[in-house]
């Protein structure tokens, strides 16, 4: 399985906010940091479109 990096320029602060968010919904839901990010921008994309 190959892996894909990315790199996101984000605000400090929002990146904070960012980070608790991911956290607080990857223990709701048991994932993994990676997990939690890559459904995180799933959904993020299919709203800013």
């Keep these: ?3 894909t990096v990315l790199v996101v320029r984000i605000p400090k602060d929002l990146d904070e ?3 608790s968010e991911v956290k ?3 223990k709701q839901f048991n994932l993994s940091l990676e997990e939690a ?3 995180w921008l799933e959904k993020n994309k299919k ?3």
């Design 37 to 39: 990010l890559k459904l």
């Design 24 to 26: 607080r919904q990857g």
């Design 17 to 19: 906010q960012f980070r």
């Design 47 to 49: 709203q800013t479109r």
């Design 1 to 3: 399985m190959k892996k």
